[in-house]
């Protein structure tokens, strides 16, 4: 134990101590009015033990901290411990925080039980060494809380060493139980636990008993030491539960078992984005024109921001036209979206509608791509992560329209069960008319959004449309030009003007105006209503410029005189229009061409040559230059008869093959 220290007046005046004088002179009254040198009941041990008298010049009395109230003591005895505390240096703290962290960790780790016997030995410390704080000697007050915590005062001491140095927040960690109970296991071969592992631990997930009884099998051949089947199983479990949902189930269920991403919606507005799928009804409807009936499949586009549905369209299938005239309502009601949530299926990734997005899953997208509906408009598109429905906020109203819609009671004979085996008794009794299905869907998408009561937290009890409503008349909302409306109403193709006669081919028919004949053997863009081809087509180019409305031309008949006298006439006018054009462009006739164009060049003189070549002949003497120039002309004279001889022998031979085509 350290030694006791002892305080003069001026000290204890000089700490600041709570509930004590400020000046040693009211100290040393304060002294004498309690009696601290007097030996009562109060102080039963030695009075020396608690002052003694100054040594040195001035003489006076020093006293140690049991003399003083009980709030200056406490706030004296904590001040003596943070001095008799040596500062760590930084190696030591590091070492303090990792052994007080592996404490907590320790404990946290622990049961219950064992918890409640470190919360238990806590007080019971607690209680000694306040007691011993208070004034009361350190072996009475260790004996006084053993006896209140029903243990042993060896047992306080003990806890005591345990905790040591550890600062007294931390002493719970500090206190708790160092055993877990009994670590021993049944011997096991590690090639039966392997065995067991592989054959429990796959996607046919076979039932445990059965694995045990062809590992005990196993074992009886090759002389493996295996436990019960009990004790196994336990082994097994001690797996976590994410490696045996991947071992048995696979990764998709896997990734359910990790929690999905809460997104707050809050920050949208109306129409800021948009998400759309499509969901087949599970009824049968009679549709014009099929021989079987057919489950209708609803393309639809959702408002993120308040949930409500804001246009959709039934087809047979999901088709890119159904989905082009979805968004054309969507636009043309509301207005256009800034972004938009689309799934990754061949119609929405459709040319027609995203076509030069440069991230679409299924296609590649091409140079000579034209630009889709939503491109040119310019909404954003996202893809929705592919088989994963809670990327598409839309699937939970399909859901509910799954209930509201499909079992409708005008629809009794119709519905066909979501499953193979929860087919209803009057499965394909009736197929409901198109019309009748139409009118249901529209009263049920109606009722989905106006339904009050709605738990979303931006909802708070209103319906989709009260809140989408609210915000949509707050928000700068996008409108469509009269031009734009086009866009969607036609469908665009990427398609080659024929270098011949200037068509476009498409679809079976050909289409033409004489603005195509400027743009042979180059790819433009049609658009064009699927659902009216003989109306024509309008033509553009791959930038986006507008080129002119090509009509369609039918294929007359063989033998029909009135259309081929039509398309004569037709053809005649173009052609007297386009002469017509040049001569507007031809100002200026070829006799006015033939006077302006100035004189030809002069040719040039011969210059006189300074340099003459001699004509020397053989045999002695020579010959004169006349003599040679005679000879030369000679020998041209001779050319010119033969070459006339042979003209006329031409000629004779010409007018004997013409008697003979005659006579043929």
């Not at 011997?187 to 592989?198: G, H, R, V, W, Y």
């Not at 409901?432 to 299905?437: G, H, Q, R, S």
């Amino acid at each position: 134990m350290s030694e006791r220290r002892f305080y003069t007046p001026a000290d204890l005046a000089a700490m600041g101590l709570p509930d004590m004088p400020a000046t040693d002179r009211a100290i040393q009254l304060m002294a004498d009015r309690g009696g601290w040198r007097r030996p009562d009941a109060e102080f039963p041990h030695h009075p020396n033990g608690f002052w003694r008298k100054r040594a040195g010049r001035g003489g006076g009395f020093e006293y140690t901290s049991d003399v003083l109230p009980m709030r200056p003591r406490l706030a004296l005895i904590h001040r003596e411990q943070r001095a008799a505390t040596p500062t760590p240096t930084p190696r030591d703290a590091l070492k303090d925080d990792l052994r007080i962290s592996s404490m907590w960790t320790h404990y946290n780790g622990l049961s219950n039980r064992l918890k409640a016997k470190a919360r238990a030995a806590l007080e019971a410390l607690a209680a000694a060494e306040d007691l011993a704080a208070s004034g009361t000697d350190r072996t009475s007050a260790y004996m006084l809380a053993a006896t209140g915590a029903g243990v042993s005062v060896r047992t306080l001491y003990n806890w005591r060493d345990q905790v040591g140095s550890t600062p007294r927040q931390h002493w719970l960690a500090a206190l708790a139980p160092r055993y877990s109970g009994r670590k021993t296991e049944a011997d096991c071969s590690p090639e039966a636990l392997a065995f067991i592992k592989a054959d429990y631990l796959r996607r046919e997930k076979p039932n445990f008993s059965d694995c045990y009884r062809r590992l005990a099998r196993a074992a009886a051949e090759h002389e493996w030491t295996i436990p019960s089947e009990r004790t196994l199983q336990r082994r097994i479990e001690k797996l976590s539960e994410a490696q045996k949902v991947l071992a048995r189930d696979g990764a998709e269920a896997l990734a359910r078992l990790y929690p999905a991403q809460e997104r707050d919606k809050s920050t949208l507005h109306a129409l800021e984005c948009v998400n759309a799928d499509g969901h087949k009804f599970d009824v049968f409807v009679a549709w014009p024109g099929e021989k079987t009936p057919v489950r209708p499949m609803l393309v639809a586009f959702q408002d993120v921001h308040s949930g409500m549905i804001v246009s959709w369209r039934l087809d047979r299938a999901e088709t890119a036209h159904a989905v082009l005239l979805a968004f054309g309502d969507l636009v043309e009601t509301w207005g256009i979206p800034e972004q938009a949530v689309l799934d990754n299926g061949r119609s929405f990734a459709s040319k027609w509608l995203s076509g030069g997005v440069g991230n679409r899953y299924r296609f590649k997208v091409k140079a000579d791509e034209p630009d889709g509906v939503m491109t040119t408009m310019g909404v954003q598109i996202h893809w929705a992560t592919p088989y994963h429905g809670q990327s598409k906020p839309i699937e939970r109203a399909f859901k509910d329209m799954a209930q509201s819609i499909a079992k409708d009671p005008r629809f009794a004979g119709a519905y066909t069960g979501n499953k193979v085996d929860a087919k209803p008794e009057n499965y394909g009794s009736k197929a409901v008319p198109l019309d009748l299905f139409e009118r249901v869907v529209a009263e049920g998408i109606a009722e989905h959004n106006t339904r009050v009561g709605r738990r979303s937290s931006i909802c708070n009890g209103q319906s989709f449309e009260q809140v989408f409503l609210a915000s949509y008349q707050a928000s700068l909302i996008r409108r469509a030009s009269v031009e734009q409306r086009q866009l969607w109403l036609l469908a665009a193709e990427g398609v080659s003007v024929r270098k011949q006669d200037g068509t476009i081919h498409l679809f079976g028919n050909r289409y033409w105006t004489d603005a195509l004949t400027d743009l042979r053997s180059t790819k433009v863009v049609a658009r064009f209503d699927p659902d009216a081809l003989a109306d024509g087509v309008h033509v553009y180019r791959l930038d986006g410029t507008y080129v002119a409305h090509a009509e369609c031309i039918e294929a007359a008949g063989f033998l029909d005189v009135t259309a081929a006298r039509t398309h004569a006439a037709a053809r005649k006018a173009w052609l007297k229009a386009e002469k017509a054009k040049l001569e507007a462009e031809l100002t200026m006739s070829l006799g006015r061409i033939t006077s302006l164009m100035p004189s030809g060049p002069k040719p040039a003189e011969a210059p006189e040559t300074k340099v003459v070549r001699p004509v020397f002949r053989r045999g002695g003497g020579g010959g004169s230059l006349a003599a040679a120039v005679a000879q030369q002309e000679e020998f041209e004279r001779s050319q010119s008869e033969t070459l006339a001889q042979l003209g006329r022998g031409l000629h004779a031979l010409r007018l004997v093959q013409n008697d003979d085509d005659a006579a043929g």
